[in-house]
C-alpha cells in the first residue's frame, strides 16, 4: 500500500517532562537533592523544553523565579515539566516545576519551579528568528 500524502509539518511542541530518580549521590548531607542538581535538572528541562518547541539550536539567557518550594527526599521520583509561556522574536520563556512523588504513597509535591529565558541562535551564536508553525 502506498501513499501519495505529503508528509505532516512538524508542529512546534510547547511542554516536555522527564522522570528523575533522586540518589545519595545527588543529595547534600541532609539527605535530600542538593541546590546545584537541582538547578542542572531544570536547566536541562528548560533547554529541551525550548529547542523542541525552536527546532534550533538555543542558550540560556537568564533564569528568574527559582524557588525550592520543598525539600525531594532521596528515593522519590521527581518528574521535571517544562512549558514555553511567552514568544518572541529570538527568546522564550519556559516555565519549569518539579514535582516530588513518593514511590510507595504516590504523594506528590510540588519542590521546585523556575523560569528562564531561552534565545535561538544560528551557527554563529547569534540569535535567530523563531519560525515554528503553530
Do not use: W
Not at 539550536?57 to 512549558?83: D, N, T, W, Y
Amino acid at each position: 500500500m502506498s501513499s501519495n500524502a505529503a508528509p505532516r509539518a512538524i508542529e512546534a511542541v510547547q511542554q516536555t517532562s522527564f522522570f528523575e530518580m533522586v540518589f545519595p549521590e545527588q543529595a547534600n548531607h541532609y539527605g535530600t537533592l542538593y541546590g546545584g542538581n537541582a538547578l542542572a535538572l531544570l536547566g536541562k528541562s528548560a533547554f529541551v523544553t525550548a529547542s523542541r518547541y525552536a527546532r534550533c539550536s538555543v542558550v540560556m539567557a537568564s533564569s528568574e523565579r527559582i524557588a525550592f518550594e520543598s525539600p525531594v527526599q532521596v528515593g522519590q521520583l521527581l518528574e521535571i515539566v517544562g512549558k514555553v509561556v511567552r514568544v518572541g522574536g529570538s527568546s522564550m520563556t519556559v516555565e519549569v516545576l518539579g514535582i516530588a512523588e513518593s514511590l510507595v504513597s504516590g504523594a506528590r509535591t510540588l519542590a521546585l519551579r523556575g523560569q528562564f529565558e531561552m534565545v535561538a541562535v544560528g551557527n554563529d551564536g547569534r540569535p535567530v528568528p523563531i519560525n515554528v508553525k503553530r
